[in-house]
């Protein structure tokens, strides 16, 4: 930018800077204040009364060094007289003072002004600032693991009393949920191209029963799930996938006053196998999203036990302990963190042969007390058109389970 300086604005520039009065010396080399000699306009700023000289004399002091302060004292007194004369002369002669501090016009941006004696101006150009890099060096970087571990292990409980006349009745009762969930994937940090993730989880519910005059307890949770997906990387966020989920139970349950067996170790047991595509999002390590569509599925429905156990509550043919299927499903994972305290997990999963539909969809609600206490709110609705249509339900199958307890969490990063 081209800027024209006028006589006015070198003046304020220069008395901007130099702020300071000359004045002639006689003789005797003190300064003659009646006929100053000024070499830049005055510029007045404040007024300092003069010093008490026992105020002097402690500001001579707290300015003293233990030794060889002399160039201190001189340098003090020099600026101290300066100072003086500039304060006289303003005061003796005010018509000497052309500006005020307050008053002065912005001085100009600081750049460097080339002459241009062909057009007889002067020019100011920016200025090319060197910016130092003031990034700080990275942080010590700690061994990295091809393998990121989390693991998650929970005990809930909950308890009731009720008094014999309480007027709604009902039977005292306690039950306990203990829950193991643990992660295993791959670090796509190190693996870009790659995903593998493993999920083993192990869901154990307990509770007393007054009711059953045969057990003192029933088992109103046991599920063990084991996923694993692999997959190599198409494009952006999309692999080409593999995909295996494993399920069962390992204790006898029962019916209530009853003998009949309802489940037990691998009756029912489910394994699905998959061939497809993986989408996978991940934002920092507090939202987590997984989508997998396995056009080509195998499903494989397992009864070990058969003699106490009717094995078409699982669509398992009658007399038989397994039943194939081809077909397609469809699993979709979503964690989301929304602050440290409050967690959901949710987990929609489906297949079908084309002739049948089943389809399970847990959400868990963790709200974090502290770092050890935890409350959660279970939800897990199913449908299987493979089994019984029941008269209630139809197809349609609903658990849910609010509980109060402690967690234990470990993780590892990078």
Same mark, same amino acid.
């Given at each position: 930018?081209?800027?024209?300086?006028?006589?006015? $604005?070198?003046?304020?520039?220069? $008395?901007?800077?130099?702020?300071?009065?000359?004045?002639?010396?006689?003789?005797?080399?003190?300064?003659?204040?009646?006929?100053?000699?000024?070499?830049?306009?005055?510029?007045?700023?404040?007024?300092?009364?003069? *010093?008490?000289? %026992?105020q002097a004399s402690r500001t001579e002091a707290l300015y003293a060094l233990d030794a060889?302060?002399?160039?201190?004292?001189?340098? @003090?007194?020099?600026?101290?007289?300066?100072?003086?004369?500039?304060?006289?002369?303003?005061?003796?002669? #005010?018509?000497?003072?052309?500006?005020?501090?307050?008053?002065?016009?912005?001085?100009?941006?600081?750049?460097?002004? #080339?002459?241009?004696?062909?057009?007889?101006?002067?020019?100011?150009?920016?200025?090319?600032? *060197?910016?130092?890099?003031?990034?700080?060096?990275? $942080? #010590?970087?700690?061994?990295?693991?091809?393998?990121?571990?989390?693991?998650?292990?929970?005990?809930?409980?909950?308890?009731?009393?009720?008094?014999?006349?309480?007027?709604?009745?009902?039977?005292?009762?306690?039950? =306990? &949920?203990?829950?193991?969930?643990?992660?295993?994937?791959?670090?796509?940090?190190?693996?870009?191209?790659?995903?593998?993730?493993?999920?083993?989880?192990?869901k154990l519910g307990i509770a007393t029963t007054?009711?059953?005059?045969?057990?003192?307890? =029933?088992?109103?949770?046991?599920?063990?799930?084991?996923?694993?997906?692999?997959?190599?990387? %198409?494009?952006?966020?999309?692999?080409?996938?593999?995909?295996?989920?494993?399920?069962?139970?390992?204790?006898?349950?029962?019916?209530?006053?009853?003998?009949?067996?309802? *489940?037990?170790?691998?009756?029912?047991?489910?394994?699905?196998?998959?061939?497809?595509?993986?989408?996978?999002?991940?934002? *920092?390590?507090?939202?987590?999203?997984?989508?997998? @569509? %396995?056009?080509?599925?195998?499903?494989?429905?397992?009864?070990?036990?058969?003699?106490?156990?009717?094995?078409?509550?699982?669509?398992?043919?009658?007399?038989?302990?397994?039943?194939?299927?081809?077909?397609?499903?469809?699993?979709?994972?979503?964690?989301?963190?929304?602050?440290?305290?409050?967690? @959901?997990?949710?987990?929609?999963?489906?297949?079908?042969?084309?002739?049948?539909?089943?389809?399970?969809?847990?959400?868990?609600?963790?709200?974090?007390?502290?770092?050890?206490?935890?409350?959660?709110?279970?939800?897990? &609705?199913?449908?299987?058109?493979?089994?019984?249509? +029941?008269? +209630?339900?139809?197809?349609?199958?609903?658990?849910?389970?609010?509980?109060?307890?402690?967690?234990?969490?470990?993780?590892?990063?990078?």
């Amino acid at each position: 930018m081209k800027q024209f300086f006028t006589l006015k $604005a070198c003046l304020a520039i220069a $008395a901007f800077t130099m702020g300071l009065t000359m004045a002639a010396h006689d003789n005797s080399g003190r300064p003659d204040v009646d006929q100053p000699m000024l070499y830049a306009p005055l510029v007045y700023d404040n007024y300092t009364p003069a *010093a008490h000289p %026992a105020q002097a004399s402690r500001t001579e002091a707290l300015y003293a060094l233990d030794a060889g302060d002399d160039w201190l004292q001189e340098a @003090i007194s020099e600026s101290e007289r300066t100072r003086q004369l500039r304060q006289r002369t303003m005061i003796e002669h #005010p018509q000497l003072v052309a500006y005020n501090a307050n008053r002065l016009p912005e001085p100009p941006p600081e750049g460097i002004i #080339p002459s241009d004696p062909k057009q007889g101006m002067l020019t100011v150009v920016p200025a090319q600032v *060197a910016v130092e890099d003031i990034t700080p060096p990275d $942080a #010590p970087v700690g061994p990295l693991h091809n393998w990121l571990h989390v693991f998650n292990a929970s005990l809930q409980f909950t308890q009731a009393y009720i008094s014999g006349n309480w007027y709604q009745g009902g039977e005292n009762n306690l039950a =306990l &949920l203990g829950s193991v969930n643990w992660n295993c994937n791959l670090n796509q940090d190190l693996h870009p191209n790659w995903l593998f993730n493993n999920s083993l989880s192990y869901k154990l519910g307990i509770a007393t029963t007054h009711g059953d005059s045969i057990r003192k307890y =029933l088992i109103n949770e046991d599920n063990f799930l084991f996923t694993s997906q692999l997959g190599y990387k %198409a494009v952006k966020n999309w692999y080409y996938s593999a995909m295996l989920q494993f399920t069962t139970q390992f204790l006898n349950n029962y019916k209530v006053n009853t003998r009949t067996m309802t *489940a037990a170790f691998l009756s029912p047991a489910e394994l699905n196998l998959g061939l497809g595509m993986t989408y996978n999002y991940k934002k *920092a390590d507090d939202r987590v999203f997984t989508l997998a @569509i %396995a056009p080509i599925s195998y499903n494989l429905k397992y009864c070990r036990n058969i003699t106490d156990i009717d094995p078409t509550r699982f669509g398992i043919d009658a007399g038989k302990h397994t039943k194939n299927a081809f077909g397609s499903n469809f699993e979709a994972k979503l964690m989301w963190r929304f602050n440290p305290n409050v967690m @959901i997990t949710s987990r929609l999963y489906m297949f079908t042969n084309y002739q049948y539909v089943q389809g399970d969809w847990e959400n868990t609600l963790d709200l974090s007390i502290g770092k050890y206490l935890t409350t959660q709110l279970f939800t897990h &609705l199913r449908f299987d058109r493979s089994r019984t249509r +029941d008269d +209630d339900w139809n197809y349609w199958q609903f658990k849910e389970i609010l509980s109060l307890g402690v967690v234990y969490r470990f993780a590892t990063v990078n």
